[in-house]
């Protein structure tokens, strides 16, 4: 499933192709997304202009004068530049085509994807609107997850991939965050001190900048490529390494079951 990381790695891949063009054509070759490809998006976005292109968590805003473009790539969809006559991979369920003679196409095998579009503030749509604080953001940090925690019984590892909390840490950034950080992953949120959350605060950072940094090298997969940038090539140090040596002490490393995600740690560094 692509994670932040790699949504913001697609973002800088595709930026420079699609910001400040205009949009002549969109094929909507199957509507059937996640929620279905809304009848009025090649009416109300053809003739305008993209003149911004964010992320807001895992969320790609294309953004119009008269509306924005919502697109999430679900569990396995990723975007692609191509010229316009390049002939479709099967899975390519949505094309924008534009004036500098490029098109961009969602590739989504599973369809858990979308593309959406709205004409409201962006902030305010119903998808949107409920999300905590973007994980790179000074506004998360660890008096936020002090304060959020307490009383809370739920495990830290649920806690910080709950997206009204913040956004964008998904399993395998949850796991290495807690191991980097020493946390145990079931440790009740509303039981770690905010000295602890604060290092938490700055191994999730410094390992999704980490993240980033490795898909950076990727950026030219994006034209006529795959799609999708290489970012498990970054080293994971305990997800994945289930009864492999922990890195730092040499004992084999734990797995169980935490809201049914794959959960990997330490017994003896983790507490
Ligand atoms: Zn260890």
């Known amino acids: 499933m692509p994670e932040l990381p790699e949504v913001e790695t697609t973002l800088r891949g595709i930026s420079a192709h699609v910001l400040n063009t205009t949009v002549t054509r969109i094929n ?60 479709y991979d099967k899975h390519e ?17 599973r369809r858990f994807g979308a593309v959406l579009w709205t004409t ?18 000074d506004e998360f940090n660890a008096s936020l997850l002090y304060k959020l925690s307490r009383n809370k019984k739920v495990a830290i590892k649920q806690f910080i991939m709950d997206s009204k909390v913040v956004v964008g840490i998904g399993n395998i950034y949850a796991n290495e965050a807690l191991f980097a950080s020493g946390i145990h992953p079931r440790r009740a949120a509303g039981k770690i001190s905010q000295k602890r959350y604060q290092k938490l605060c700055i191994e999730s950072k410094r390992i999704l900048e980490q993240a980033i940094l490795q898909g950076g090298t990727t950026l030219k997969d994006f034209v006529g490529g795959t799609g999708k ?43």
């Open 28 to 87: 909507i070759r199957n509507p059937k997304l996640r929620w279905p490809v809304p009848d009025e998006l090649a009416r109300q976005l053809t003739g305008q202009s993209i003149i911004d292109i964010k992320r807001r968590a895992k969320y790609l805003l294309f953004i119009t004068h008269q509306g924005t473009v919502i697109i999430h790539l679900g569990m396995s969809g990723s975007l692609k530049i191509v010229a316009p006559e390049t002939p």
């Open 93 to 109: 369920h949505v094309e924008f085509c534009f004036d500098n003679g490029k098109a961009l196409r969602l590739k989504d095998p």
């Open 229 to 271: 940038p290489g970012y498990f090539k970054q080293e994971l140090l305990v997800y994945g390494r289930k009864g492999l040596p922990c890195t730092q002490c040499h004992k084999p490393l734990k797995e169980i079951r935490l809201g049914n995600r794959s959960t990997v740690y330490c017994t003896r560094c983790q507490t």
């Open 120 to 137: 409201g503030p962006i902030e305010s749509h119903p998808l949107l609107k409920h999300l905590g604080p973007e994980p790179l953001s």
